[in-house]
């Protein structure tokens, strides 16, 4: 069975899958999908972390760039996806911040992109620090 394959369009098949082998006695089989399954599903969490600390760097772009248009639902969604965040790395004790630290930049060029377009504007924002992203208090 190709499991990369299977575990790339669903991962419920691909428990499915891993379940059959079991009930056939095939255990290498089901152990190299269990595999896959497990490798799969650390990918989706990162991209999950990904698309959070971008919508969170937007945000604060956002913030900064346009200080007469904050609201109480801007602050809302930068602690909503710190907290996104910070149940992402407590499920997936993997992504660490040395991973976050790792897709900082590439977060941040989709963020500016996405700041940008949402305000129609360019921004004087070049960086975020982690203090920017993670600590800083934002109140309307």
């Known amino acids: 069975m190709d499991w990369q394959e299977l575990s790339a369009k669903s991962h419920y098949q691909t428990a499915l899958g891993i379940e ?3 009930e056939k006695g095939n255990i290498s089989e089901a152990s190299a999908g269990l595999k896959e399954l497990i490798e799969a599903l650390g990918r989706s969490e990162k991209r999950a972390l ?3 600390l971008a919508r969170l760097m937007a945000h604060i772009i956002k ?3 346009q200080p007469e248009k904050r609201t ?9 996806a710190r907290e996104e965040i910070k149940d992402i790395q ?3 004790p993997s992504l660490t911040n040395e991973v976050i630290k790792e897709i900082w930049e590439k977060c941040f ?8 377009a949402d305000m ?4 004087a924002v070049a960086e975020l620090s982690w203090e920017d992203v993670f600590e800083k ?3 309307k």
């Open 20 to 22: 059959d082998e079991l």
């Open 90 to 92: 407590e499920e997936t």
């Open 72 to 80: 109480r639902s801007w602050t809302a969604t930068i602690y909503n």
């Open 63 to 65: 913030w900064e760039t």
């Open 50 to 52: 990904k698309s959070h």
């Open 137 to 139: 208090e934002y109140e």
């Open 120 to 123: 129609n504007q360019d921004t």
């Open 109 to 116: 060029r989709a963020a500016k992109r996405e700041a940008e």
